[in-house]
């Protein structure tokens, strides 16, 4: 079932509903401006809050109290008068704040005087041989089953890679009943050293008691490797295996059902094609947009908030959220922002919500060999090309991702770049021998999502328009 939006011009239109954009949102129709909320799922939640209105998991302590937080934003959300649109595909932005969206498989076109894009991060890619294999999965597609259809692991079940999500799964796993047989940790040795100096402000974070103590539940329970420096999967049409390298010395184990990650990236597709200006993060190993302190964009009328500004956390996200709001507010209605909460106690709600994060990401920073791979490894899934096609085609003069495309594909299938962009910029950077900044990114225009023609032959046109293509 399709829903149009109700106008065509709105005062805020916030794009995601995850935890920025359920904050974001709830602020600023609480406000009285006219709120419009575009988000691809069935639900509110986004990733961290999934199915939050719908989760078959009702025993509170199997996802943990941080889920359940998720409830709040949306019953907030539900309070104002933001009219809220699901199953809706953002896939145009302008600098004119121009918005097209795909509800029910037909376009509709809305302008705001501000946008808030709050959509979220997305997992880093990790090629290591035998990635594409049938069985391997990330943690965050076994997440998604979790939360939104109690689905756990019943077959010999490995998890391998690093960072708090990565344990945060596995104690959702075993406390559903869920199977598994071995975690291996890809925490390189020297990041516990890196992140010592970092170590006081997550210590006195939140962060700190929450992950000890689920990794100790988690523990208890199941055989975890670390230090594995190499890792692949393997099978001929199903997972059949994996194997690993710890402390020197090579193991092969039966499995059925591989589970990766390494962390989270900001989801960039959208605010690049709009012009958004970013910059390669070389802590967090990620392109991220150069935000003001109020999430202003370098495009007038465009903030961003939550992980699609910086990986910061759910809280942080929030926080984020009401930030940009308050701004957009403070733009359009002066006199109404003076009865919100002040800038100066957001900002240092902020502060203390990424207290820790530093720690995080410099201790959770994965290693080059699970992000730049080589030989066979094929690095983008969509048109099979492998690490050693993105090498030949650098040794011929292919200079960035944008002239890649032109003798691979890469980048051009259905992900549009979303599942090879970073390991291809940082491949490229690598053989070239510069920095992933001097590399750059893909080139994203709209259509951000993969649209029908239909739609687009559905587009509205002016006389012009025909006029621009008509032959005289």
Known sequence: MSVAPKREDYDVVVIGAGPAGLAAAATSAGAGLTTLMLDENIGPGGQVFRAISSTPVTDRNQLGADYWVGADLVQALRASNAEVIHRATVWSLDRNLDIAVSIGGASAFVRAKRVILATGALERPFPIPGWTVPGVMTAGAAQTMLKSSALVPDGRTVIAGQGPLLWLLAAQILRLGGRI??????????????????????????????????????????????????????????????????????????????????????????????????????????????????????????????????????????????????????????????????????????????????????????????????????????????????????????????????????????????????????????????????????????????????????VPKSEADVKAVVRG
């Not at 589970?259 to 959208?270: D, E, I, S």
């Not at 990620?286 to 910086?310: E, F, K, Q, T």
């Not at 759910?314 to 006199?335: K, S, T």
Request: one cysteine or more.
């Open 181 to 458: 047989d071995r975690i291996l940790d890809t925490t390189g040795r020297g990041n516990y050293f890196a992140a010592l100096p970092h170590a006081f402000a997550f210590l006195t974070s939140p962060y700190f008691a929450k992950g000890l103590s689920m990794m100790r539940e988690v523990k208890a329970k199941v055989q975890v490797v670390s230090g594995v420096t190499e890792l692949a999967a393997a099978g001929d049409g199903q997972l059949a295996s994996v194997s690993y390298v710890a402390g020197g010395k090579r193991e092969t184990i039966p499995a059925d059902l591989l589970l990766l990650h390494q962390g989270v990236v900001p989801n960039v597709n959208l605010a690049m094609a709009a012009g958004v200006e970013h910059r390669w993060d070389d802590l967090q190993l990620c392109w991220s947009p150069v935000l003001d302190a109020s999430g202003n964009s370098s495009v007038a009328g465009i903030a961003i908030a939550g992980d699609g500004a910086g990986i910061g956390g759910a809280n942080a996200a929030v926080v984020r959220g009401r930030i940009a709001a308050r701004a957009a507010v403070e733009a359009l209605a002066p006199a109404v922002a003076a009865k919100l909460p002040a800038m100066a106690a957001l900002r240092a709600d902020l502060a203390k919500a990424e207290r820790g994060r530093v720690f995080l990401d410099t201790l959770f920073r994965p290693a080059p060999q699970f992000r730049i791979p080589s030989g066979d490894t094929i690095v983008c899934r969509c048109e099979e090309v492998t690490a050693k096609d993105v090498l030949d085609s650098v040794a011929i003069g292919a200079t960035g991702p944008n002239q890649l495309k032109a003798y691979r594909r890469t980048g051009m299938g259905p992900c549009q770049g979303r599942l090879c962009g970073l390991t291809v910029t940082e491949l490229m950077a690598q053989a070239r021998a510069k920095t992933p900044q001097e590399i750059g990114y893909y080139r994203l225009r709209a259509p951000v999502k993969p649209i029908t023609l239909a739609e687009l032959a559905a």
